[in-house]
């Protein structure tokens, strides 16, 4: 699903924030890309998104060479990834309908399919019934889910999430990461950025360890704890 | 794409700019003010140039030939010269005016009524008025008939009533290059206006703009409610216009109503005619969706997601 391939990334500013990564990540897996700040987990989304473009080597995302993608099948390509915040970029003066329905909107889905699909995401998230009320009027972890309904909405066979949970309490943050594994088990392949290495811990899942801009570790055999059973 | 997704999102992109422009009625009512103002003048000059046309009709296109004759001519003998006159080839027809009527007439209309009472003896001519064939209004042939008259012994003077003609015509054709001036220029403002209220509008979308490109949204998406707002801007600034000039038609029919039979002539004032319409609101509707278009092209790929 998606290959780097001796990836480097200077920013404008001289700032080297990866140098020379490789790693494969495969279609169903659900993997933690871990870290300190600043250590480049953002850096590998945003290549992942196509938000940035890598100064060298390659990058592979379902099979398209995102270096020599034309900029104007960007929105395309983005349509085939959901994407969460930590700040999770809703529109404030939207309801919490017309923010899910947004991807949809964008792709051309006609009124009613989106509607459908709107209320399919916002149950798989638990927020049903909550279409009219404004993202002000939730608490975070709503909020977040929010997030997560929009990204999920379209159905994308890929979900990348950067710190999806820098601003809940633990007990929320294990409750977002579970949400996240239930959209693995249907085979969407699922990449989280995060510092929170208690949750990356209790889900014994594959862990990238970033460290200064390389692939510091890359550990696969945790083992699951209790309540990440699933 | 199908064409009916592609319906589906351009009547999507309208109604949301609609609801956008309605939940800020006072910024959108002054925005509106300014582009109906700018087009109304243009659009008024233009009716100035086709009433100024309309008045004027009759004479501009003909030439009459005035023959005043000396004051101690007889009505018998004027009546005698005006058949004469009628029967040249040349001429199409003859009006006597006796001296009698044009004292009337210049009493009821000029307003020295009571001036005119104090006169022992009317001091004004006969007057034959001419009207050339319509082959024979050429100035060469006019001139002809002009020597023909001054000629006969009982002519005073004769007066051709084209010189005149060629000066209004050309004060119509001044005016009528200011209109292409003002409508340039007007136009131009609108441009402006557009350009400057989309920019704002953009700046002030910027997260909506980010997001909307992050879920995949392509430029054509993002930029086409701006393009709508702009040209539903445009649309309501020349219906405005529209509205403007014919409140002013309204107002000033009176008092023209009333000037117009001051010059012994019934005339209207004619309000913008279908066509002048159509023209006015569909140059408003490109104009805004023009100025909304450079607009987003100069600001919008400027907005790329951060994450």
């Known amino acids: 699903m998606i290959a780097f391939d001796h990836v480097s990334k200077r920013y404008s500013n001289g700032r080297e924030a990866l140098t020379s990564v490789t790693f494969e990540i495969h279609t169903g897996e659900m993997v933690f890309l871990t870290g300190r700040s600043g250590a480049g987990k953002s850096t590998v989304l945003k290549l992942i998104a196509l938000l940035e473009r890598p100064t060298r080597g390659t990058v592979l995302v379902s099979g398209r060479n995102t270096t020599t993608l034309k900029s104007r099948h960007i929105p395309l390509f983005r349509r085939q990834i959901g994407m969460v915040f930590q700040d999770h970029r809703l529109l404030a003066d939207r309801p919490v309908f017309d923010n899910v329905a947004l991807p949809l909107i964008v792709a051309g889905t006609s009124l009613k399919e989106a509607d459908k699909r709107v209320r399919a995401a916002l149950d798989q998230v638990g927020l049903l019934g909550k279409e009219r009320m404004l993202p002000m009027e939730l608490s975070v972890g709503e909020q977040q889910r929010v997030g997560i309904a929009r990204a999920v909405v379209s159905k994308p066979p890929l979900l990348i999430a950067d710190e999806p949970t820098g601003n809940l309490d633990p007990y929320l943050a294990l409750e977002i990461m579970r949400l996240f594994r239930r959209f693995q088990d249907v085979g969407v392949t699922v990449v989280v950025a995060t510092h929170d290495l208690h949750v990356v811990r209790e889900f014994g899942q594959r862990e990238l360890v970033i460290d200064n801009g390389q692939i510091h570790d890359d550990v696969d055999d945790h083992l699951p704890s209790v309540i990440a059973v699933r | 794409m199908s064409i009916a997704v592609a319906g589906t999102r351009h009547l999507q992109a309208l109604l949301g700019s609609l609801g956008k422009l309605a939940r800020n009625p006072f910024s959108t009512a002054l925005t509106l003010l300014v582009i109906g103002l700018a087009l109304s003048l243009p659009t008024a000059l233009r009716l100035f140039i086709l009433n100024a046309q309309l008045a004027t009709g009759g004479f501009t296109s003909a030439v009459d030939i005035s023959v005043y004759l000396k004051t101690d001519v007889p009505l018998a003998k004027a009546q005698q010269l005006a058949r004469s006159a009628g029967e040249r ?219």
Request: no cysteine; charged share 20%; net charge neutral.
């Open chain 2, 89 to 307: 080839s040349d001429v199409d027809s003859v009006e006597l005016i006796p001296s009698d009527k044009a004292m009337e007439e210049f009493r009821n209309y000029s307003g020295f009524g009571a001036a005119l009472d104090a006169l022992k003896e009317n001091p004004l001519p006969h007057t034959l008025r001419v009207h050339p064939r319509s082959d024979s209004r050429s100035p060469a042939a006019v001139e002809t008939l002009r020597r023909y008259f001054a000629a006969w012994p009982e002519v005073d003077i004769v007066q051709v009533d084209t010189d005149w003609v060629r000066r209004f015509n050309g004060i119509l054709d001044v005016v009528r290059r200011l209109l292409a001036i003002v409508a340039v220029l007007l136009g131009a403002g609108v441009l402006a206006v557009i350009f400057n209220t989309t920019r704002l509008e953009i700046l002030n979308r910027r997260s909506e703009i980010e997001v909307t490109k992050l879920v995949g949204g392509s430029n054509a998406f993002v930029r086409r409610p701006f393009l709508y707002t702009g040209a539903l801007y445009g649309l309501g600034g020349a219906l405005l216009a529209w509205a403007i000039v014919e409140i002013a038609v309204i107002v000033l029919s009176q008092s023209i109503a009333t000037l117009a039979q001051l010059y012994g002539t019934r005339f209207s004032l004619q309000g913008p005619s279908a066509r002048d319409v159509g023209i006015l609101l569909a140059a408003g509707f490109a104009l805004g969706w023009l100025g909304a278009w450079i607009s987003a092209a100069r600001h919008l790929w400027r907005i790329e997601p951060r994450a």
